[in-house]
């Protein structure tokens, strides 16, 4: 792998009292170009701009995906990446859905793992602060016709970002727009499943909502996801999720959620989770808590599902809830204060 430095770090100049999320990015970047039927050689270059062709391929034809994953400062002083691999393995698997070509464990895992090593002063030791990572994948061809680009470039960046502001959460139940359908792409991180998720998520947001809960696409009458992130209940004890399926995206934040679960000894159940089922006990008091799950927020709680004309609220659960009960207990695991039984921190 080829490495060039910049001369001088910005890190000193960042304020990490006052940080924008996704807008700073740290000193360096992986680089990575498929050509000619093969990846090149990684490098890590100082991030800046790149000068790209009107005629860009991913512009008009929206080859394009991307991961989201974080590394963090431990209580030791050294820094671990959350997960790493299963962001590699879901990144091919949005590649292959849209038609881009596989990257090797070896270019992302290492070309991550060097990546962080080079920018580790970026991440501060202060736990509400982490490193976000976004790998990306984007076809790079200079031609516009609708066929598969034969060029790509593979690049990671990474910014860092403070506790994630997620508040107050209201959501309302979607029973127009969809985000994906059987056969399409919604497991998969491309891009244009975020472009097209736009226009309907302003609509909700001018109703005074934060965020919408997708259904599914044929009537409507399932819970699929909450906004960018899964989403789960607790309805008599059970925690509910809907099942991984071709429409649901299967985020790295719920499978830990579960497992954390399962092992705690709570019954979980991923199985479809009807709208009418969720409205019916929130009206019974069954409902004790809605949250949604991924990287940036991590655990984002519900306080509201609107419905139709109808607000619904959804009774705080303070400490003693199990979000905020996962939610410590996932920023113990990363921070190296609670045991990596899973063995999910890479350390860099
Ligand atoms: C990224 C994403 C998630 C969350 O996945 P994590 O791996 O937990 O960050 C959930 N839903 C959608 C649609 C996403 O794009």
Request: overall charge neutral; hydrophobic content about 40%.
């Amino acid at each position: 792998m080829k490495i060039t430095k910049i001369s001088k770090s910005r890190q000193p100049d960042v304020d990490y009292a006052d940080l924008p999320f996704g807008k700073i990015f740290s000193d360096h970047m992986l680089w990575c170009e498929y050509k000619n039927g093969k990846w090149g050689e990684p490098h890590i270059k100082p991030y800046g701009k790149i000068e790209v062709s009107p005629a860009l391929h991913t512009l008009h034809y929206g080859q394009a995906i991307f991961e989201g994953q974080k590394a963090y400062r431990m209580a030791d002083g050294r820094v671990g990446v959350f997960r790493a691999h299963d962001n590699f393995l879901r990144l091919n698997k949005s590649a292959e859905r849209m038609c881009i070509p596989q990257v090797s464990e070896e270019i992302f895992m290492k070309g991550l793992t060097e990546l962080i090593k080079l920018d580790k002063d970026w991440v501060p030791k202060d736990e509400s602060i982490s490193l976000y990572i976004r790998p990306f994948m984007y076809g790079s061809s200079e031609f516009i016709a609708a066929r598969p680009s034969e060029e790509y470039v593979f690049c990671i960046l990474t910014s860092p970002v403070g506790a994630y502001y997620s508040g107050d959460v209201k959501v309302y139940i979607e029973e127009r727009f969809v985000r994906s359908a059987d056969g399409g792409v919604g497991y998969a991180k491309a891009a244009g499943n975020y472009g097209g998720s736009f226009y309907p998520a302003k609509k909700i947001q001018e109703k005074g909502y934060t965020q919408i809960i997708w259904t599914d696409h044929r009537n409507h009458e399932l819970i699929e996801e909450s906004g960018t992130m899964n989403i789960a209940f607790m309805i008599d004890g059970v925690l509910r999720t809907p099942p991984l399926s071709e429409r649901i995206l299967a985020g790295i934040t719920r499978d830990s959620v579960l497992t954390i679960a399962r092992d705690w000894g709570i019954e979980v159940q991923e199985a479809p989770v009807r709208v009418s089922e969720v409205i019916e006990a929130i009206e019974k008091g069954k409902l004790t808590e809605a949250f949604g799950m991924g990287t940036a927020a991590v655990i984002s709680p519900i306080s509201v599902i609107g419905f139709r004309e109808r607000d619904y609220a959804i009774p705080a659960q303070g400490s003693d809830g199990f979000a905020v009960k996962v939610k410590s207990h996932l920023a113990g695991i990363r921070s190296g204060r609670i045991a990596d039984k899973y063995g999910w921190m890479t350390i860099v």
